[in-house]
């Protein structure tokens, strides 16, 4: 999911207003909750997104799911995102929102991908290096991937380590077709 510059600014503006009411770990579990409600389910966005549907329905309808379920700051700004009929980049806010918090905290994600999935000693020889790499705290997040056979692909921010067995043999296949040895007639 891509973050907008839209929905960069109104995520900005959620956290400063949350960090000023003191609900800003709330605000963050509540994102965190929307976020996941609009991976798991395209329909929701979809929905969001529509044209043909009305705001206040759109209102009606986040009231009924969220009821009881989100703190008063966030409740309050998804009701203002709404009116201002900037629902359409409520996935996205979120998005930004948690990417944010987790920049603002010095909160690092891992995302480790195996063929397999991975046991709870290599679970956590992969946050001890990860964690010895800077002073920041370290979520990992783990990914199943068939087609890389075997090995890891570990990515921290920006930066990836590839030890598949997909790219290994890749990387062979192509010297194989690059062979200086053989002679062209």
């Not at 043909?52 to 703190?71: P, R, S, Y």
């Not at 921010?157 to 192509?174: E, H, M, Y």
Request: proline share 2%.
């Amino acid at each position: 999911m891509q973050g907008t510059r839209v929905a960069s600014r109104y995520a900005k503006s959620f956290i400063d207003l949350s960090t000023e009411q003191g609900v800003l770990e709330q605000a963050y579990s509540d994102m965190k909750s929307i976020l996941s409600l609009c991976e798991s389910n395209p329909d929701f966005v979809n929905f969001l997104k529509s044209p043909l549907i009305k705001t206040d329905k759109k209102q009606a309808v986040l009231k009924e799911i969220f009821e009881g379920k989100l703190n008063k700051v966030t409740d309050a700004y998804i009701q203002l995102i709404t009116s201002k009929k900037r629902e359409i980049y409520l996935a996205e806010i979120a998005f930004e929102f948690v990417n944010q918090y987790k920049e603002k905290k010095k909160i690092l994600t891992a995302v480790i991908t195996t063929a397999k999935g991975i046991d709870d000693v290599i679970r956590k020889e992969i946050m001890d290096i990860v964690k010895g790499t800077g002073n920041s705290e370290v979520v990992l997040q783990e990914k199943i991937n068939t087609d890389i056979i075997g090995g890891f692909i570990l990515r921290i921010g920006d930066k990836q380590v590839d030890a598949s067995i997909a790219r290994k043999l890749n990387t062979l296949k192509r010297s194989f077709k690059e062979n200086p040895y053989i002679k062209e007639i």
